[in-house]
């Protein structure tokens, strides 16, 4: 430990300029594990979006966490969720690997634009240069800023690039006149994980459980546009000033039960979410669905839980006192995430291809197995009854077999 406290402080004590050259360090073997991942997998994995996969685009997934801490650490203070500090992360969803990511003090707004901006900006510059071109960005949380959009918006009208966002939307005066006037029927069923609708069986429902009686089944989700009712209205268009190309869509949901509503909420009976969109109105196939826009913009299942799961990695925990000790930090544990998902992309497979960084730890990590140098070689030595010593041997000859960095 205290030989990592002493890098740590190495780090802390080169400011910008030390975690810029080890972002750029990070960022060049990327370009290594991304070439060599493509090699093993044909291709890098896809995006997933509920039960489909989004082919050839880059997912990247800003992500802000509060992280709450019990002492007096520098730059943490009282925030919406507690106490504590407030990290912005970039995540490729492809991977689950961060891009990058920026320590903030607890009181950072969850969106400031100017930090949301510097994250995808560092984000787009760790990708290696053949995956930049076709992105699909997402931002959760409310209040798209009209900084953010409009960064959005000029990286989507680069000439020969593509980039898809999809960004939370405040629920305004304005949009909640809107969604007043949506007829029932433009609300669309909204679909799980699975690509399933979401639905369930009543209260008193029959007691056949495949049935389709109408009045058995509580259709639980919903999404439709607003774009329509908001720039084509009486009112006119209420969104002038915004990209001409920007969408608005809505996410009613029934709420669960004790959970904290809104006045017009707990009035209206649903919870809404509206996040905003440039995907192109004139797609087809089932990226225009609208059920699909909406699990683009929200399934981020692998990503979800590279964040939960980052917890495990340190991302989750600040230890040192001082803000460039726990930039520092921050900057060792996003490596160390960044690892684990090269480990399973590049070694790997199978359950533990999937597995989190606590199993990982236990089964691989912890392993009782010493590397011994003979003559010119390293040789593996593992007790052959670990039960995953096979995977572990599988694993060291793979990573040996690659090329060898310059
Ligand atoms: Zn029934």
Redesign the pocket.
């Known amino acids: 430990m205290p030989t990592a406290w002493r890098t740590l402080a190495e780090i802390a004590g080169g400011g910008e300029r030390a975690l810029g050259r080890i972002s750029a360090a990070v960022n060049a073997a990327r370009r290594r594990a991304w070439a060599a991942a493509a090699t093993r997998h044909g291709a890098l994995p896809g995006i997933r979006i509920a039960d489909k996969v989004l082919e050839g685009v880059t997912g990247i997934r800003l992500d802000a966490s509060v992280v709450t801490c019990h002492s007096d650490k520098e730059g943490a203070e009282p925030n919406f969720k507690g106490f504590g500090l407030h990290p912005l992360g970039a995540w490729c969803d492809n991977t689950t690997e961060p891009l990058s990511g920026m320590l903030r003090p607890g009181s950072a707004g969850s969106n400031t634009a100017a930090d949301h901006i510097t994250v995808l900006d560092a984000a787009i510059e760790a990708l290696p240069p053949p995956h930049r071109r076709r992105l699909m960005v997402t931002c959760d949380g409310a209040g798209a800023s009209h900084d953010l959009i409009t960064r959005l918006d000029k990286l989507a009208a680069r000439p020969g690039y593509q980039v898809i966002y999809s960004v939370g939307w405040e629920l305004g005066q304005r949009e909640k006149a809107a969604l007043a006037k949506v007829p029932g029927q433009a609300w669309q069923i909204a679909v799980d994980e699975r690509g399933e609708v979401r639905e369930r069986r009543a209260d008193g ?2 007691g ?1 459980l495949r ?3 109408r ?2 089944w509580i259709e639980e989700a919903h999404v439709t546009e607003l774009t329509g009712l908001l720039r084509e209205g009486p009112a006119g268009d209420q969104l002038a000033g915004w990209p001409a190309l920007m969408r608005v869509f809505a996410r009613r949901e029934r709420p669960h039960p004790g959970a904290q509503l809104t006045l017009f909420e707990a009035e209206d009976g649903w919870r809404y979410s509206l996040w905003v969109t440039n995907l192109p109105a004139h797609l087809r196939g089932w990226r225009a669905n609208p059920a699909y826009i909406d699990a683009a913009h929200r399934v981020h299942a692998r990503v979800e839980d590279a964040i939960r799961t980052g917890k495990d990695t340190g991302i989750g925990r600040f230890p040192p006192e001082s803000m460039a000790m726990n930039e520092a930090w921050f900057s060792a544990a996003l490596i160390a995430a960044t690892l684990l998902a090269w480990l399973r992309l590049l070694a790997l497979d199978d359950r533990l291809a999937r597995a989190e960084p606590k199993t990982l730890r236990y089964r691989i990590l912890h392993a009782a197995a010493r590397l011994v140098r003979g003559g010119r070689r390293r040789r593996l030595k593992i007790q052959a009854t670990w039960p995953w010593a096979a995977a572990i041997v599988a694993a060291w000859e793979r990573i040996s077999a690659l090329p060898q960095a310059p």
Request: net charge negative.
């Open positions: 429902a029959c056949d049935c389709a009686h009045e058995c």
